[in-house]
């Protein structure tokens, strides 16, 4: 089959390799789909992954082909979209059903090999099926989606309250429409790329600041004065995550869900309103899988694409065959170009 390989930090190759083997409890599932995840931008030109050569990839959906010894309840022409963490199972996380806080897990495209590729091997345990109304190119985006409504449920939002969501890529649309569906009664978005606020305006967002050209604070603070409710930082910026801070109300809360792989040093009047306003800060990773259906995110977001209250399609900017690789990547690292999210179509 063809699939994806990082060699190191900035080669990535489309190359043949064997289609992968499956043991007890897993299913071959045949790519339909798969996303390009913001980590994946990092991983593949700078951080690269746990050991090489690597397939990449972790947002994925498509058909079940064939099945291993001791699987029940799937079979060929299963439609499916994946969760890419593995949890360990043993660990006190685990044994809570907090399984995205596994302490040794597993992960398709940085640990083990993922979904750029025509087949993948994947656990019985880590399958979604999909419904007939949800496609396979929007259910190659449950995992961002999910993420988003951690963050959101981590905030601790409800009904009639204000929302900022600061960053309005992929993840950062999916909190918008969250937010919408949770019963915010206001809902801001915050980003320095017009093309995706005047998105976030489309999927629901009532107030729009370009943070490019205006300060988003003292912008957000005109339109709710006294500052917002929940604010969910997804930027992944230092300058957003402090500018996070200023935006929330007093006895509001911060949601930290973007990585910015850098430090957050505080300044004297951020700390200072942090106290005073006695706001909360909030780290929320990744995305609740666990049986529970009530904070199961990856359950809900299907079940919410398949009504079709929640919208992927209108996100995706750029589609590419598996050996355009290196002509996806390159076209992200060009600071130039503008794209939301990027799929592969094996």
Known sequence: MWAARLHAPGNIVC?????????PDEVLVRVKAAGVCGSDHSRVMQTGTYSYPTTVGHEFAGDVVEVGPGVAGWTPGDRVTVI?????????????????????????????????AEYVAVPTANLLRLPDSVDYETAAMTDPASVALHAVR????????SVAVLGAGPIGAFAIQWAKIAGAGLVAATDVQEPKL????????????????????????RVAPGGFSRVIEIAGSPAAQEQAIHIARKGGA???????HARL????????????????IVGSW???????????????SVHF???????????????????????????????????NKILFLP
Not at 15 to 23: C, H, L, M, S
Not at 265 to 280: A, N, T
């Open 305 to 339: 694409f398949g009504q079709r209250a929640l919208r992927a399609l209108p996100l995706v900017t750029h589609r590419y065959a598996l050996d355009q690789v290196k002509q996806a990547f390159a076209m992200a690292a060009d600071r130039g170009s503008y794209f």
């Open 84 to 116: 890419p963490l593995i949890p360990c199972g043993e660990c006190p996380s685990c044994k809570l059903g907090k399984y995205h806080l596994c302490d040794s897990y597993d992960y398709f495209g940085s640990r083990r090999d993922g979904a750029f």
């Open 154 to 161: 981590k905030s601790g939002l409800s009904i009639g309250e």
């Open 15 to 23: 190359e043949k390799v064997p289609i992968p083997v499956i043991g």
């Open 265 to 280: 040093p505080l300044s004297e009047s951020s700390v200072d309103v942090l106290m005073r306003r006695e706001i909360s």
């Open 198 to 221: 005047i998105l976030a305006k489309e999927l629901g967002a009532d107030v729009t600041v370009n943070a490019r050209n205006e300060d988003p604070v003292a912008a957000l603070h």
């Open 286 to 300: 990744n995305s609740g899988f666990a049986p529970d259906e009530s904070t199961n995110d990856w359950a809900t």
């Open 254 to 260: 911060v949601v930290y869900c973007g990585i910015s």
